[in-house]
């Protein structure tokens, strides 16, 4: 049987870890070759080549820094000379300060705001020089887009909740050429920074509706989802991946 992504090229942002490095796996599960970018972990991000080779895809990790909107740039037009084509973007890479608003400097703000809000914009500007009709462009936001449950979010709050309108503006103007633009928001989720037994986890568990974490493989099925033939009818969504976080 052809695989959903058989043929598809994928570029996921912070693919060497956590949820990027499920949804680099998962979309090469479905057929896609990968391509992914990563930051300081060289070491992980030729691991999770490694995987995706073994299942029979071309993968290639490529050294950017989200902040830096050049570096974004020429990532995106490498992979499309490297493979070819692009037909999915996976808006990934994030950062997150937490902490009371009145100590968070406007050095915070900006590292925040570029990595989380301009990287995608920047992306997703970029690939559609490449991306043909019918493509995909998927952001990865949060649960704190949707409900602030404790205090000390408000920085990475406000970087998450602006891709909902990213989200809805590239769905409304791509529409005509059946590109959709989806925003998956995921909960309390285990990963390196966020681990399932780290400070505060309890409480973060605490506040889904099904007392426990997810995993990163939770979101990357959704995400896998929405990037094949299955969602072509769905665009402009925001669907939360959060154990009933925002319920």
């Known amino acids: 049987m052809t695989a959903v992504l058989d043929g598809k090229v994928a570029f996921v942002t912070g693919g060497s870890r956590g949820i990027g490095e499920a949804v680099a796996v998962r979309l090469a599960e479905e057929g896609a070759d990968v391509a992914l970018t990563y930051q300081h972990s060289a070491d992980r991000a030729a691991e999770v080549v490694d995987r995706i080779t073994s299942l029979g895809r071309r993968a290639w990790a490529v050294h950017a820094d989200s902040a830096d909107p050049a570096a974004v740039r020429e990532a995106v037009d490498g992979v499309a000379a490297r493979f070819g084509r692009l037909d999915i973007l996976v808006n990934n ?6 902490g ?3 100590t968070i400097s406007l050095a915070d703000v900006d590292t925040v705001l570029n990595v989380n809000v301009r990287a995608p914009f920047v992306a997703a500007q970029a690939v559609l020089r490449h991306m043909a009709d019918g493509g995909r462009i998927i952001n990865i936001g949060s649960c ?7 205090p000390g979010g408000s ?3 406000t970087s998450k909740t602006a891709l909902t309108g990213l989200t809805k503006a590239l769905a409304r103007e ?9 925003l998956v928001h995921p909960g309390p989720t285990a990963t390196d920074m966020n681990p399932e037994d780290g400070p505060g986890a309890d409480m973060q568990r605490g506040f889904t509706a099904l007392g426990r974490y997810g995993s990163p493989a939770d979101v990357a099925a959704t995400v896998a989802h929405l990037a094949g033939d299955g969602a072509r009818y769905v665009t402009g969504a925001g669907i939360a991946v959060d154990g009933g976080f925002a319920v």
């Open 93 to 98: 890479a994030g950062v997150g300060v937490l």
């Open 100 to 102: 009371p608003v009145e």
């Open 144 to 150: 704190m887009a949707e409900r602030v449950a404790f």
């Open 155 to 157: 920085l990475y709050a």
């Open 174 to 182: 791509l529409g005509p050429r059946g590109i959709t633009v989806n």
